[in-house]
């Protein structure tokens, strides 16, 4: 933590001037603007304001509560704060979130309206649409086998799969007998999975034989079995056959998917929980240290994603919504799974590469299956960019009406090129700023709000979002401090898996001595607002860099490098310095058909100077090929300080790309 420094003094360097106003239709026909009227509000300032605020906010989230989900029993507390940092919601109530996702479609209207289009990834396999019927007849028969392993309420499952239908199956099966399920992506190595399973001490994991990966079967169980050698609770692997790999099952342990649920019922009673039941165990993609077993409950993720994803995403009966994460993340929980099936939507998955067979495939798909919102990150708009404006402008993309964008900060340049190059220059793009820990957006425009790229603009209703200096003042309009969340609301993260000490240190801790703020939580970002109030993110906390005496975020020089036209990626860093702390150091990668050269570092240097000012600007710029990355694409930032100033770099075995690392030059 940013602890020593008791000064806040962050310079904004750039005040973003360009406003992009929402159409008009888009705003007259919105769910949010059919709320706003119905409860008489006359502004978005005032309706944001009213439902976060110290009165009304419980009442907001009651009405929404009972708005998007269907409680078995009815609660009779809204929320209890009496254990605090420990916050309960809907306390009485009982639930099923399955029930909530899937048997009420089925059962109703619904019943053949397409839940999934699923495309796989090889080109010659038929895409797969899923309705809400058989989802439910398939979760039920795998419930149904679960249940005949004698897994049962309160276990903990983990499920180790790719992108196809049989991942949402899965969860969407424990949660019906409310076995906690813990999603670890697929990406990640055996070790990644072994002590994720060995923490919340997995009774099973559920995998495949193999999956394709541009055009070739990966196999996949081997890494399940590795795993569950250093996961003494494991007693069965359950093993989904996607890919026709050949292998190695277990007698007495392994069970083949197929065999489980031959001849199970299609029918599965629901097991009522308490809505503070948990959901899911889902361990944070950190930069540092051991994952964190993040818990969260069943009733408010019935509700926040919902809610969110029906306001920020305005999702109507006949949309086809896009996420286009990985299941593997909270995004892929929270909005490919059950937000989407909880609305009643249908929602797009993919199975594949981006870039595969060729990177026009994203654009394909959303003109095959006429995608109408998109949800996707800066990384890979970034690297559509990269690519050049040519593969999107060969499909047909105008089934589109609005965009979205999450994980980092999105530079405004990439913003631009998003909005122009897939949004024809007229969509909005909700920046949706949240975490893992959150389990919903906190903050994001509406449809209703006006833009200012890069920037996730306001806190939404029903949360309080603010930014504090170190002592818990709030830091007036231009400045940067903290972001805190003032307020619970019904997503949060409940608790770390068995790590008491650990939750209280990272997130409540900072302020609870502070007079009047104790149950502040404390995100782990650096944020400012400018002088109309709009948020932006500057990135992690321990991302900031300390130059001559100002704070400068990584981010803000990163994107400054790559808004130059031949910088594709950027990587910051700062470097000791004796006379001013740290001097700044990046390490760019250049687009398609760019040379290094020493007069093109030097035109960088000069280009961040001129947008940031000479206080930002690198003292060196050094050309990279590739740059270490997590799986969910956030550059290693760490990674690469260590590795050019030439200490150990630690634990890479969860970097997408291990082999970058050598292509970071020693810099000392
Ligand atoms: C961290 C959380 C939320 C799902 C994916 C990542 C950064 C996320 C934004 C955004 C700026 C963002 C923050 C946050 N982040 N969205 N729209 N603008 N920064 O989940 O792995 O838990 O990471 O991602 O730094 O704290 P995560």
Not at 130 to 154: H, P, Q, R
Not at 348 to 353: R, S
Not at 528 to 535: C, I, V
Request: with cysteine; hydrophobic share 40%; net charge neutral.
């Amino acid at each position: 933590m940013a602890g020593e420094e008791k000064k806040l003094k962050t310079a904004v360097f750039q005040e973003e001037t360009r406003i992009f106003n929402p159409p008009k239709d888009l705003v007259e026909n919105s769910n949010v603007m059919k709320w706003m009227k119905k409860k008489g509000f006359k502004t978005e300032k005032e309706m944001r304001a009213w439902c976060s605020s110290d009165e009304h906010y419980l009442e907001f989230w009651d009405e929404m509560a009972k708005t998007y989900v269907d409680w078995h029993k009815p609660y009779t507390k809204v929320m209890d704060d009496s254990e605090m940092p420990y916050f309960h919601w809907f306390t009485g109530g009982e639930i099923n979130i399955t029930y909530n996702a899937v048997d009420r479609h089925a059962k109703g209207k619904k019943k053949d309206k397409v839940a999934y289009i699923w495309i796989p990834e090889p080109t010659d396999q038929p895409t797969q649409k899923i309705t809400y019927g058989d989802l439910y007849k398939e979760v039920n028969k795998f419930a149904n086998g679960l249940k005949s392993l004698g897994l049962k309420k309160g276990d903990r499952v983990s499920i180790y799969m790719p992108m196809i239908p049989q991942l949402p199956i899965a969860m969407l099966a424990c949660a019906k007998l409310g076995i906690i399920h813990s999603v670890v992506f697929s990406g990640f190595s055996s070790k990644g999975l072994m002590d994720r399973a060995a923490d919340c001490g997995s009774r099973a994991i559920i995998t495949v034989d193999g999956f394709y990966r541009r055009g070739k079967p990966v196999p996949l169980k081997q890494n399940a079995d590795e795993a569950a050698a250093g996961a003494p609770a494991v007693e069965k692997i359950i093993v989904y056959k996607r890919a026709g790999v050949d292998v190695a099952m277990k007698e007495g342990r392994d069970v083949w998917w197929h065999d489980l649920v031959k001849g199970r019922s299609e029918e599965c009673e629901p097991v009522w929980v308490d809505p503070e039941h948990r959901l899911y165990i889902l361990y944070t993609s950190g930069t540092t240290g051991k994952p964190k077993g993040i818990e969260h409950a069943t009733g408010g993720n019935a509700v926040g994603p919902a809610q969110t994803l029906h306001w920020v995403f305005d999702l109507k009966e006949n949309d086809v919504w896009w996420c286009t994460a990985d299941i593997g993340w909270v995004t892929g929980h929270s909005y490919i799974v059950y937000a989407p099936l909880i609305l009643g939507m249908t929602g797009l998955m993919y199975e594949g590469a981006a870039d595969y067979p060729d990177f026009g495939r994203w654009w394909k798909n959303i003109q095959d299956h006429k995608v109408t919102v998109l949800y996707t990150a800066p990384t890979a708009i970034r690297m559509f960019m990269k690519q050049g404006p040519q593969w999107p402008a060969k499909y047909d993309l105008s089934s589109l009406r609005l965009l979205g964008s999450v994980g980092e900060p999105i530079n405004p340049e990439a913003w631009m090129w998003y909005r122009e190059h897939i949004g024809r220059n007229e969509l909005q793009i909700m920046d949706t700023w949240w975490q893992t820990e959150t389990g919903t957006f906190l903050n994001s425009p509406l449809p209703i709000t006006p833009l200012k790229p890069g920037s996730c603009t306001f806190p939404l209703p029903g949360y309080d979002i603010s930014i504090l200096d170190e002592d818990g003042k709030e830091v007036p309009l231009g400045q940067g401090g903290n972001i805190v969340s003032l307020k619970p609301y019904p997503s949060m993260l409940r608790a770390f898996w068995g790590d008491k000490e650990r939750f209280m240190k990272e997130y409540w801790q900072f302020y609870w001595d502070v007079p009047g703020r104790r149950g502040v939580y404390l995100a782990g970002d650096k944020a400012q607002r400018d002088k109309d109030g709009y948020f932006f993110i500057q990135g992690r906390i321990d991302d900031v860099l300390s130059v001559a005496g100002h704070r400068i975020a990584n981010a803000e020089v990163e994107s400054a490098l790559v808004a130059h036209p031949k910088i594709a990626e950027a990587a910051v860093i700062g470097k000791p310095d004796e006379v001013k702390g740290e001097s700044i150091v990046a390490f760019v990668i250049l687009r398609i058909g760019n040379d290094p050269s020493p007069e093109l570092a030097k035109d960088a240097i000069a280009f961040v100077r001129k947008t940031l000012g000479p206080v930002a600007a690198p003292s060196e710029v050094h050309f990279v090929n590739d740059l270490p990355k997590t799986r969910s694409g956030k550059i290693m930032r760490r990674v690469v300080k260590a590795k050019s100033l030439g200490n150990p770099v630690g634990d890479i075995s969860t970097l997408m790309n291990p082999e970058a690392v050598d292509h970071i030059p020693l810099i000392v």
